[in-house]
């Protein structure tokens, strides 16, 4: 992200890396300084705090009840939030910044938290 680079290496790096690699080290240090942690470094079991961009809300069935399974990208990577019984959470859509804590669960190689405890947060928070 810009850590160990002097001044004009992170010039020169800024001039020469695509717009995705820029925004995605934007939404890194955005979650970083709204005390969240990379979801790279979420562990299966573990309590986690993690911040970033909503990607995609989808609604989907689950033991026979709705579920709001919302993807959160932070530039690191993505964990799926699931509000179970839930079909709609105000403010919570697509390129909305949210911060998320809950129990980590990890399963298939993809991170969910079930029912977090959830803020959202300014549009300048945890977006480029």
Same mark, same amino acid.
């Given at each position: 992200?810009?850590?160990?680079? !002097?001044?004009?290496?992170?010039?020169?790096?800024?001039?020469?890396?695509?717009?995705?690699?820029?925004?995605?080290?934007?939404?890194?240090?955005?979650?970083?300084?709204?005390?969240?942690?990379?979801?790279?470094?979420?562990?299966?079991?573990?309590?986690?705090?993690?911040?970033?961009?909503?990607?995609? +809300?989808?609604?989907?069935?689950?033991?026979?009840?709705?579920?709001?399974?919302?993807?959160?990208?932070? !530039?690191?990577?993505? @964990?799926?939030? @699931?509000?179970?019984?839930?079909?709609? $959470?105000?403010? $919570?859509?697509?390129?909305?910044? +949210?911060?998320?804590?809950?129990? +980590? @669960?990890?399963?298939?190689?993809?991170?969910? $938290?079930?029912?977090?405890?959830?803020?959202?947060?300014?549009?300048?928070?945890?977006?480029?």
């Amino acid at each position: 992200m810009g850590e160990g680079r !002097g001044w004009l290496g992170r010039r020169f790096h800024r001039l020469t890396a695509d717009n995705q690699e820029l925004e995605d080290e934007d939404l890194q240090r955005a979650s970083v300084a709204v005390g969240a942690e990379p979801m790279l470094a979420c562990r299966d079991r573990e309590e986690a705090c993690v911040a970033g961009s909503i990607r995609s +809300v989808t609604v989907r069935a689950r033991s026979g009840g709705p579920s709001l399974e919302v993807d959160l990208y932070d !530039g690191s990577g993505t @964990v799926t939030l @699931v509000f179970l019984g839930r079909k709609h $959470i105000a403010g $919570i859509e697509a390129g909305r910044s +949210v911060k998320a804590s809950g129990r +980590v @669960v990890v399963r298939d190689e993809r991170t969910t $938290i079930f029912n977090p405890r959830y803020e959202l947060l300014p549009v300048s928070s945890t977006s480029a």
